[in-house]
C-alpha cells in the first residue's frame, strides 16, 4: 500500500468516530464519505425519504488527519462493530486505499480490513433544503427524549408546537384514549423565540430513531413551522463536528 494512493490515513477517538457514525446508522446501513483535505462528510436520507441527515466533522476533530478529495462507500453496521472492539478512550486508525479498496481499520489489538462499497451503488443524500422555519428553540436533548418517550405511549405519532403567547415549546400525542404533552416554557430551555404558534405532526418511528442519536448532554437547536419539516442540529468533537436532522411532517388527510 503506497502513500499515494491512500484515500485517508487518520486517527480518531473511538467515542468520537461513534458520534459520526450513529446518527447516519439510525437510517441506512451502508452510506457515502466524502472526503477532502479540511473536513469529513456523510449525508444520506433514508428509503422512504422521510428523514435525511448531515454529518461533517472537521479535520481538527481528529487526532491526526491526511484526505485526498474522494467518495468512499462503507457498510455502517460492519463498520460499526469494529470499533465497538475498542474501549473508551482508545485510539482508532484508519486508512482508506483506492488500489485495494479496503478500509484499514486498527483499534486496540484488533486489525481489520473491510472491503469498501462502489460509491455508485449507494444512493445520494440530497441537498438540505433552504426553508424558513421561524419556530426555533435551543434545549436539552433529554428534554426531547423524554417527550418522544411519553408520546410513544399513546400514539404512533408526535406533534411538535410552539405557544406564542406561554413562549411554550412542547412534545406531545393524541391517542385513542388517553393524551400527553411534555412542555418546556423558557426556563427549560437555552432560548426559545415564537413569533407565532406553530405545530406539526411527525413519525414516532423516526423521531426515536434521532432520540437514539442525542446525548442527553447535548444541546440540541430545533426549528420548524407549521406544516412544514422538523430540524434539529447539535455539535459533538468539542465543536469540530455537526450533526442536521430534516425530519417531513406526517401529510394530513383533508
Given at each position: 500500500m503506497s502513500e499515494d494512493s491512500q484515500l485517508l490515513n487518520a486517527k480518531i477517538d473511538v467515542g468520537t468516530l461513534q458520534d459520526v457514525?450513529?446518527?447516519?446508522?439510525?437510517?441506512?446501513?451502508?452510506?457515502?464519505?466524502?472526503?477532502?483535505?479540511?473536513?469529513?462528510?456523510?449525508?444520506?436520507?433514508?428509503?422512504?425519504?422521510?428523514?435525511?441527515?448531515?454529518?461533517?466533522?472537521?479535520?481538527?476533530?481528529?487526532?491526526?488527519?491526511?484526505?485526498?478529495?474522494?467518495?468512499?462507500?462503507?457498510?455502517?453496521?460492519?463498520?460499526?462493530?469494529?470499533?465497538?472492539?475498542?474501549?473508551?478512550?482508545?485510539?482508532?486508525?484508519?486508512?482508506?486505499?483506492?488500489?485495494?479498496?479496503?478500509?484499514?481499520?486498527?483499534?486496540?489489538?484488533?486489525?481489520?480490513?473491510?472491503?469498501?462499497?462502489?460509491?455508485?451503488?449507494?444512493?445520494?443524500?440530497?441537498?438540505?433544503?433552504?426553508?424558513?422555519?421561524?419556530?426555533?428553540?435551543?434545549?436539552?436533548?433529554s428534554h426531547i427524549s423524554q417527550g418522544i418517550k411519553a408520546a410513544g405511549m399513546v400514539s404512533d405519532h408526535v406533534e411538535l408546537s410552539?405557544?406564542?403567547?406561554?413562549?411554550?415549546?412542547?412534545?406531545?400525542?393524541?391517542?385513542?384514549?388517553?393524551?400527553?404533552?411534555?412542555?418546556?416554557?423558557?426556563?427549560?430551555?437555552?432560548?426559545?423565540?415564537?413569533?407565532?404558534?406553530?405545530g406539526s405532526i411527525y413519525s414516532l418511528e423516526y423521531l426515536e430513531k434521532v432520540s437514539k442519536a442525542i446525548s442527553s448532554s447535548e444541546?440540541?437547536?430545533?426549528?420548524?413551522?407549521?406544516?412544514?419539516?422538523?430540524?434539529?442540529?447539535?455539535?459533538?468533537?468539542?465543536?469540530?463536528?455537526?450533526?442536521?436532522?430534516?425530519?417531513?411532517?406526517?401529510?394530513?388527510?383533508?
Amino acid at each position: 500500500m503506497s502513500e499515494d494512493s491512500q484515500l485517508l490515513n487518520a486517527k480518531i477517538d473511538v467515542g468520537t468516530l461513534q458520534d459520526v457514525l450513529t446518527p447516519i446508522s439510525v437510517l441506512v446501513d451502508e452510506c457515502k464519505i466524502n472526503l477532502d483535505q479540511n473536513e469529513l462528510e456523510i449525508r444520506a436520507v433514508d428509503p422512504a425519504n422521510v428523514c435525511m441527515v448531515d454529518v461533517t466533522i472537521q479535520s481538527s476533530g481528529f487526532e491526526e488527519y491526511s484526505a485526498q478529495r474522494s467518495v468512499i462507500g462503507v457498510d455502517l453496521d460492519r463498520f460499526q462493530d469494529i470499533i465497538k472492539m475498542g474501549g473508551s478512550g482508545s485510539e482508532v486508525h484508519l486508512v482508506a486505499d483506492k488500489d485495494t479498496q479496503t478500509l484499514q481499520i486498527e483499534v486496540e489489538n484488533v486489525s481489520y480490513t473491510l472491503a469498501l462499497i462502489d460509491p455508485d451503488s449507494i444512493r445520494d443524500g440530497p441537498d438540505i433544503p433552504n426553508i424558513d422555519l421561524d419556530a426555533q428553540v435551543e434545549i436539552e436533548g433529554s428534554h426531547i427524549s423524554q417527550g418522544i418517550k411519553a408520546a410513544g405511549m399513546v400514539s404512533d405519532h408526535v406533534e411538535l408546537s410552539f405557544e406564542s403567547d406561554s413562549e411554550e415549546f412542547a412534545v406531545g400525542a393524541e391517542g385513542d384514549t388517553d393524551d400527553v404533552e411534555v412542555a418546556h416554557g423558557e426556563d427549560r430551555v437555552e432560548d426559545i423565540t415564537v413569533p407565532d404558534d406553530a405545530g406539526s405532526i411527525y413519525s414516532l418511528e423516526y423521531l426515536e430513531k434521532v432520540s437514539k442519536a442525542i446525548s442527553s448532554s447535548e444541546n440540541i437547536e430545533l426549528s420548524m413551522d407549521s406544516e412544514k419539516p422538523v430540524r434539529m442540529e447539535f455539535d459533538f468533537a468539542d465543536g469540530n463536528g455537526r450533526v442536521i436532522y430534516m425530519l417531513a411532517p406526517r401529510i394530513q388527510n383533508s
